[in-house]
């Protein structure tokens, strides 16, 4: 049958469409995929019965190991809610929920569990370190101290200004809180001042006998409870 043709017997052009796959190419990248995965089978059973742990081989382009100068803020996933795919993570291997290592592919559960996965020498090797520190000159570690002197001199100096900054700002605080405590004091007054003008200009205008509101609320209590007055009556 032509490849051309379909299995009813007719013409199949109509496929040109799909993408053509070169199968020796592809063959020859399942070949060398098998070759490394042997290699790698071979070198962990060495190390196995050598009693060692099995790691990354180095491929050359490796730089040495570094301290980190990232910050990594693990508050922030405090309350948080992370929705992961059913099934998404076996155990550690893959992304689940917690903090991921894309390097590694591994997920782990708390951040003490995180700082010995980046301290190992799986990370390295995976993130392109060979899990080896350089070691300094006495020139640069006389310069390293410098450094950290010099900051710990500047720490210092902007505690002081910060504290006087606080000095400055609290004392900004307090009279601003003394000013609106006599802003509030005279407004009362002037309220109160307000109130006993009205009640004497309702007394010249309507005389004696109009009632001002919250004049006789005592004498009204007292006449609610039956009392007339305290004391002897008069003669």
């Given at each position: 049958m032509s490849k051309n043709s379909s299995a009813y017997g007719q013409a199949a052009g109509d496929t040109d469409f799909r993408k053509k796959y070169d199968l020796d190419e592809y063959a020859a990248k399942a070949r060398d995929r098998e070759e490394a995965e042997k290699e790698e089978r071979k070198a962990r059973w060495e190390a196995k019965m050598a009693g060692k742990k099995y790691y990354k081989p180095l491929e050359g382009h490796e730089t040495l190991t570094t301290a980190r100068s990232g910050h990594q803020d693990f508050s922030k996933l405090v309350g948080t809610t992370m929705l992961v795919p059913a099934g998404a993570g076996v155990g550690k291997?893959?992304?689940?929920?917690?903090?991921?290592?894309?390097?590694?592919?591994?997920?782990?559960?708390?951040?003490?569990?995180?700082?010995?996965?980046?301290?190992?020498?799986?990370?390295?090797r995976n993130t392109g370190h060979t899990g080896e520190v350089r070691k300094a000159t006495a020139a640069e570690v006389h310069e390293r101290i410098e450094q950290l002197w010099e900051k710990m001199q500047e720490r210092k100096r902007e505690q002081v200004v910060s504290l006087q900054e606080r000095l400055e700002v609290r004392k900004i605080e307090d009279e601003k809180e003394r000013e609106e405590k006599r802003r509030k004091r005279k407004e009362a007054e002037e309220r109160k001042r307000l109130a006993l003008e009205e009640a004497e200009k309702a007394k010249t205008n309507y005389g004696e006998d109009v009632r001002i509101e919250g004049e006789h609320d005592e004498d009204d209590m007292m006449a609610a409870m039956g009392f007339t007055g305290f004391g002897a009556p008069k003669k």
């Open positions: 291997r893959g992304r689940g929920a917690g903090i991921y290592c894309e390097a590694c592919d591994l997920t782990f559960k708390d951040n003490l569990q995180w700082i010995e996965h980046t301290n190992s020498m799986q990370h390295q």
